[in-house]
């Protein structure tokens, strides 16, 4: 049976705080706001990626949909120039001389035509470009607003750290000289209830629990011997007497 003067239970008291301590940083820690900044960012980032992605695609298909269409007028442009050139020599029958009419005003409906088309398939790969740089700009934003949430919670974390540091320093202290078995069944009982391994008993009360000590516990811990370690019948902390204990 683990026993310990009421000096080094009382210490325990100073590592149970520290404990508590640590478990308030790493809960903050874990729930900064800048953590859900840092990850909404990312999220829009990577929406914005794959908008990115689909846009670009879209402006490359326009962009060879037009490079289609004016090849398709130069075409007909050439066509008509050869035609044009040899209508203006003159030579060729009479009969020649207007097919070569027909057909170049029937080039010229359709050079018309694929022009308009040519225009239309312009605007719209302007349109589709002017997407993708919209699209890159506003990525460009983000990433700079990211990487600042980023840094602005890497500095909240760093603040914690220092200070969780600094606590665990001072818990180091705190168990220094006390008895290994005590720290042994300190640090037990802390895992199995997920945070300090020790209460105070103030007003009959376990300060862990918040449960009342039935009159057996009462007269029991009365009768205890200074040096014996108490547990909580309810959650199995050590309940370390002090003059406010109430007994």
């Known amino acids: 049976m683990v026993t310990a003067v009421p000096q080094d239970q009382w210490r325990l008291l100073d590592v149970a705080e520290h ?5 308030q940083l790493a809960h903050r820690a874990r729930t900064l706001p800048e953590h859900a900044e840092v990850e909404r960012l990312a999220k829009r980032l990577a929406q914005l990626g794959d908008d ?6 879209r402006s ?3 962009a060879r949909e037009l490079a ?5 007028v130069d075409l007909v442009r050439q066509r008509s120039a050869r035609n044009q050139s040899r209508l203006d020599s003159g030579q060729g029958t009479s009969k020649d001389l207007q097919a070569l009419q027909h057909e170049i ?8 035509v694929l022009e308009d088309a040519q225009l239309e398939v312009m605007e719209r790969a302007e349109s589709a470009q002017a997407v993708v ?3 890159e ?5 983000d990433r700079a607003e990211h990487a600042q949430a980023v840094a602005r919670r890497d500095a909240a974390a760093a603040t914690i750290d220092d200070e969780a540091t600094a606590v665990r320093r001072a818990r180091a202290d705190a168990v220094a000289g006390l008895a290994a078995d005590l720290i042994a069944l300190y640090d037990k009982i802390g895992a199995g209830v997920g945070g300090p391994g020790a209460a105070r008993m103030r007003a009959r009360r376990c300060d862990g629990c918040r449960i009342e000590l039935n009159p057996s516990e009462v007269g029991r811990f009365r009768a205890a011997a200074e040096d014996a370690v108490l547990r909580c019948d309810e959650c199995g902390r050590i309940l370390v007497r002090t003059p406010d204990s109430g007994l």
Do not use: I
């Open 105 to 112: 005003e029937s080039l010229a409906q359709r050079q018309s």
């Open 60 to 62: 490359s298909d326009l």
């Open 137 to 141: 700009a506003e990525r460009e934003r």
């Open 52 to 57: 990115l992605v689909a846009a670009r695609a």
């Open 133 to 135: 740089t919209a699209l």
């Open 68 to 72: 289609k269409a004016e090849a398709d």
């Open 19 to 23: 404990d508590t301590r640590l478990a």
